[in-house]
């Protein structure tokens, strides 16, 4: 079982920026696939963000790509999504997940954290 633990989240202006951090137990950090997504309340959990095992593809959401930017450092098994020009609608529960690569992750990760909270005021 892999377990991950989000943090960094917090109250920031519309603007600002946030760095979340996702910290994975286990070996092997680097054969898995790491992704961030995002529930709003009352909304479905959308797709955030992607990064291969060493980090050399990456995948973002449409409504985040220029702002946001996911990487990942092995050698400490993290994973880290700078979040830069937030918005309002960034607001959410960002969840860290975990998958045998990109594709597994953006269909249905197998391993998930338990969520940290961005709130973005205007």
């Known amino acids: 079982q892999v377990q991950l633990v989000e943090s960094g989240g917090g109250l920031v202006q519309a603007g600002g920026s946030l760095r979340l951090s996702c910290a994975a137990s286990?070996?092997?950090?680097?054969?898995?696939?790491m992704g961030w997504f995002r529930q709003a309340p009352g909304k479905e959990r959308e797709f955030v963000a992607t990064i291969s095992g060493l980090g050399r593809i990456t995948n973002y959401a449409q409504s985040v790509k220029g702002r946001f930017t996911i990487s990942r450092d092995n050698a400490k098994n993290t994973v880290h999504l700078q979040m830069n020009s937030l918005k309002p609608e960034d607001t959410a529960a960002y969840y860290c997940a975990a998958g045998n690569n990109i594709q597994t992750i953006t269909r249905a990760p197998p391993y998930w954290g338990q969520g940290t909270q961005v709130t973005v005021s205007s």
């Open positions: 286990g070996r092997a950090f680097s054969t898995y696939a």
